[in-house]
């Protein structure tokens, strides 16, 4: 297919659309293990949020309590037994991570005062605009649904969509293509009968005047 019947005339791939590297290949499932892995994490932890009613916090707590109960019980063990004890790694912030992560949320968080400065002075409609939009839509969603159900459904719609597109890419193109020369030509015949009427009205008008 030549680009004109492409969507949007496009002649990149949708690989090179959604970004290329292993974010594409992820969401193209050309990382069959890793899109499995993502969607069983995303799956299973809707079902403990939404349906085992846990929350973030009693989740962590949970998990915690847990992991700290296997620890306590695998280290006395060890020592009564004489086995290993656990094989943790080091648990211990250097400086230069402290100050790596200290930077990129400085440099992340002045970018956004820097946008909002520039939409509460005015200096950028076009942008004041799209914000106001994104915000109005993710009202309107969040009132219909809860984050972790958006979330949920979000992330599942990216891994089927796009891969469903790539594989019958050509068909669909082909019908949305077709059905957008249809609309046209439709539109095109609505305009000349309009303008048709607006000429037989115009010389109406002229007769009885």
């Known amino acids: ?10 002649q990149r791939t949708l690989h090179e659309i959604v970004g290329g590297g ?12 890793l899109t499995l892995w993502i969607l069983s994490i995303t799956v299973a932890t809707w079902v403990v949020f939404e349906r085992c009613g846990y929350t973030l916090l009693s ?15 695998w280290a006395k063990s060890a020592s009564i037994l004489n086995r290993p004890a656990p094989p943790l790694p080091e648990l211990h912030l250097s400086e230069d991570m402290v100050n790596e992560a200290a930077s990129f949320i400085r440099s992340h968080v002045n970018d956004f005062l820097s946008v909002s400065q ?17 915000l109005w839509v ?11 159900t958006l979330c949920y459904t979000s992330l599942l719609l990216v891994l089927t969509i796009p ?24 539109y095109v015949k609505l305009d000349e009968k309009r303008v048709l009427t607006y000429q037989q009205w115009i010389l109406e008008k002229e007769k009885l005047s």
């Open 1 to 10: 297919m030549g680009s004109s019947d492409r969507l949007f005339c496009r």
């Open 22 to 33: 292993i974010v594409a290949d992820v969401i193209l499932w050309r990382r069959k293990d």
């Open 59 to 73: 989740l962590i707590s949970s998990v915690l309590l847990l992991l700290v109960t296997i620890i306590f019980l």
């Open 118 to 134: 520039d939409i509460a002075m005015g200096k950028n409609p076009r942008l004041f605009f799209k914000v106001a939009a994104c």
């Open 138 to 148: 993710i009202s309107v969603i969040s009132g219909l649904t809860d984050l972790i």
């Open 163 to 186: 891969a469903l597109y790539e594989k019958y890419e050509d068909y669909v193109d082909r019908q949305v293509v077709l059905m957008y020369r249809k609309l046209h030509q439709f």
